[in-house]
């Protein structure tokens, strides 16, 4: 086995067929990648299987697979996004990271750490897993909700600051002990050079050469590879940590029209980048120091998944957000991010922090991390059952989301949730008929929409307990649900029946086989959009013979 070993070719293949198979456990398990590749690092390094004998090989491969990361986050960044959520993006992500890193440093003190020690602590727990967090509500369908927006706002905020930290590191690392202002003065003069350079190329170069690469998809995708570790190389180069060039890279080209189609394409060559960082990082844990870190881990983990959402949740609640929207974005902070491990990397590798800071913040990352996919998988249901206790998080009038005072003294023939394609035929076709709609979607953009003349498009969820509630439904002949998911039919047929919903209540499924668990729950009929649509094709292709006959 070590003769087979010795050749680099059946080490990696060893490698790749470990990471299918413990990928394909955390599957099951409903948990991230980046948990299952840090568990075969440990696996596959010197303290238990000792397999990795390519260090230097593996080494390379994540520190392009970090500048790829770092590359595809500046592509991805929509300084928009915080605008459209105004100022509760900037307050909830400074304001969080603040805050825990403030209490962060003061458990490390109070644990006996070092003050530099505390510090790299203290950062690393104010960061979230953007990758993480937008894959999870992507899985629920919940990008475009008013929580995840939100969320995704601080976190932009979250990745700017970790990147001006990354940047001042770097400064720090390569500063002298002799000439410390100078230093630090040329470092600064440097990174204007950079940002200068970088601005020049985007202005009068950038745009022209991508255009005329991108007639070749493959020689695009090429150009991005090759310019994000170009610009890593040379800023790591003249004084700066490859990250910084990398990210760079990405924010000079994410004003092009293909941005999107980049950062598509390379997410898959992140992904299997990264499966080697982690790997390193896992494979150089060294367990027999771990063992003292278990309770300072427990104890930063249990403040990273009650304190984090408590201080989003206390700043939301302060600017006027309900309960539940602050909740559900307070829980997408309990983790720490790819960023945190990165950024402890980084402190091991310029000898700020030793190999035991370093575990215990992987060991805080695997616990959180791990936890926090099923929070946030099951956040709907969480809510549901401590939702009295999170009042004192909510003003008396949440004026934030208070959307409802147009409409208290209207009455409505029919009460839409849900105005995707779907929903919006059928909205158009109620219209036609002379029903007056109207129309709830959790998107918070439909709210602002100009209502039409016959119905009237608020924001609200359906899986909201209190929905219902705050909007009237006396005299609605229906109750109408075009959202094919069964929890959320639940969540309203349960809201209906406490109610008191004397209307008819229509839900939507994809499958025939939902149709009657729907109709025991209280639904009078069952909307089978394939199906349907079938039945309508036949009909026409009835009359139309008819007709010709």
């Known amino acids: 086995m070590e003769a087979i070993l010795e050749t680099s070719f059946f080490e990696f293949a060893i490698i790749l067929i470990f990471a299918a198979v413990l990928g394909g456990i955390g599957q099951m398990l409903r948990q991230p990648l980046i948990v299952m590749f840090i568990l075969l690092g440990i696996l596959l390094g010197p303290s238990v299987l000792d397999l990795i004998k390519s260090e230097e090989e593996i080494n390379l491969l994540a520190e392009m697979g970090i500048a790829v990361l770092l590359f595809v986050v500046g592509l991805k960044l929509d300084l928009k996004l915080i605008k459209s959520t105004g100022k509760i993006a900037l307050l909830t992500g400074l304001g969080q990271v603040f805050f825990t890193s403030f209490f962060g440093f003061f458990i490390g003190q109070l644990l006996g750490y070092s003050v530099i020690a505390s510090t790299y602590i203290a950062i690393a727990l104010t960061f979230s897993s953007t990758i993480i967090i937008v894959?999870?509500?992507?899985?629920?369908?919940?990008?475009?909700?008013?929580?995840?927006?939100?969320?995704?706002?601080?976190?932009?905020?979250?990745?700017?600051?970790?990147?001006?930290?990354?940047?001042?590191?770097?400064?720090?690392?390569?500063?002298?002990?002799?000439?410390?202002?100078?230093?630090?003065?040329?470092?600064?003069?440097?990174?204007l050079g950079l940002l200068g350079g970088i601005g020049l190329l985007m202005k009068f170069v950038l745009p022209y050469l991508v255009m005329k690469l991108a007639k070749s998809t493959e020689l695009l995708l090429l150009f991005a590879i090759s310019w994000a570790i170009g610009l890593a190389a040379f800023s790591d180069y003249i004084g700066f940590s490859s990250e910084v060039g990398a990210f760079l890279g990405g924010i000079s080209l994410a004003s092009t029209p293909f941005r999107e189609n980049l950062s598509n394409r390379l997410v898959s060559i992140r992904d299997f980048l990264l499966l080697f960082f982690f790997i390193h990082l896992g494979s150089g844990?060294?367990?027999?120091?771990?063992?003292?870190?278990?309770?300072?881990?427990?104890?930063?983990?249990?403040?990273?998944?009650?304190?984090?959402?408590?201080?989003?949740?206390?700043?939301?609640?302060?600017?006027?957000?309900?309960?539940?929207?602050?909740?559900?974005?307070?829980?997408?902070?309990?983790?720490?991010?790819?960023?945190?491990?990165?950024?402890?990397a980084l402190g091991m590798s310029l000898g700020h922090i030793d190999e035991q800071i370093t575990g215990l913040i992987t060991m805080v990352g695997l616990i959180t991390i791990g936890i926090s996919t099923y929070l946030i998988l099951y956040s709907h249901q969480i809510f549901e059952k401590i939702s009295p206790v999170l009042k004192i998080f909510?003003?008396?009038?949440?004026?934030?989301?208070?959307?409802?005072?147009?409409?208290?003294?209207?009455?409505?023939?029919?009460?839409?949730?849900?105005?995707?394609?779907?929903?919006?035929?059928?909205?158009?076709?109620?219209?036609?008929?002379?029903?007056?709609?109207?129309?709830?979607?959790?998107?918070?953009?439909?709210?602002?929409?100009?209502?039409?003349?016959?119905?009237?498009?608020?924001?609200?969820?359906?899986?909201?307990?209190?929905?219902?509630?705050?909007?009237?439904?006396?005299?609605?002949?229906?109750?109408?649900?075009?959202?094919?998911?069964?929890?959320?039919?639940?969540?309203?047929?349960?809201?209906?029946?406490?109610?008191?919903?004397?209307?008819?209540?229509?839900?939507?499924?994809?499958?025939?086989?939902?149709?009657?668990?729907?109709?025991?729950?209280?639904?009078?009929?069952?909307?089978?959009?394939?199906?349907?649509?079938?039945?309508?094709?036949?009909?026409?292709?009835?009359?139309?013979?008819?007709?010709?006959?």
């Open 394 to 549: 909510e003003r008396k009038k949440p004026y934030r989301e208070n959307n409802l005072k147009d409409i208290e003294k209207e009455s409505f023939d029919v009460i839409l949730f849900g105005l995707g394609r779907y929903g919006s035929q059928i909205l158009q076709h109620l219209k036609s008929e002379g029903y007056k709609v109207l129309g709830i979607d959790f998107d918070p953009e439909i709210s602002k929409q100009k209502n039409d003349k016959g119905s009237t498009m608020i924001y609200g969820d359906i899986e909201d307990p209190e929905i219902l509630e705050s909007i009237p439904t006396d005299g609605v002949k229906f109750m109408i649900s075009s959202i094919n998911d069964q929890y959320s039919s639940a969540c309203l047929a349960k809201c209906a029946q406490k109610k008191g919903f004397k209307g008819k209540l229509i839900a939507t499924a994809y499958r025939r086989a939902e149709v009657e668990p729907l109709k025991e729950r209280g639904f009078d009929m069952v909307l089978v959009p394939f199906t349907d649509s079938a039945l309508s094709v036949h009909d026409k292709l009835q009359d139309l013979e008819k007709a010709n006959s």
């Open 135 to 191: 894959k999870l509500l992507s899985d629920k369908k919940e990008i475009d909700a008013l929580h995840g927006q939100i969320a995704l706002g601080f976190l932009i905020v979250q990745d700017i600051v970790v990147v001006l930290l990354m940047i001042v590191l770097s400064a720090m690392g390569k500063t002298g002990e002799g000439h410390v202002a100078w230093d630090v003065v040329l470092v600064v003069l440097k990174g």
């Open 285 to 344: 844990l060294d367990l027999s120091l771990l063992g003292d870190q278990v309770l300072p881990a427990t104890l930063f983990s249990v403040f990273v998944l009650v304190g984090n959402p408590l201080i989003v949740m206390i700043i939301m609640g302060y600017m006027g957000y309900r309960r539940r929207t602050s909740f559900l974005a307070g829980l997408t902070v309990a983790q720490i991010s790819e960023f945190s491990l990165i950024f402890a």
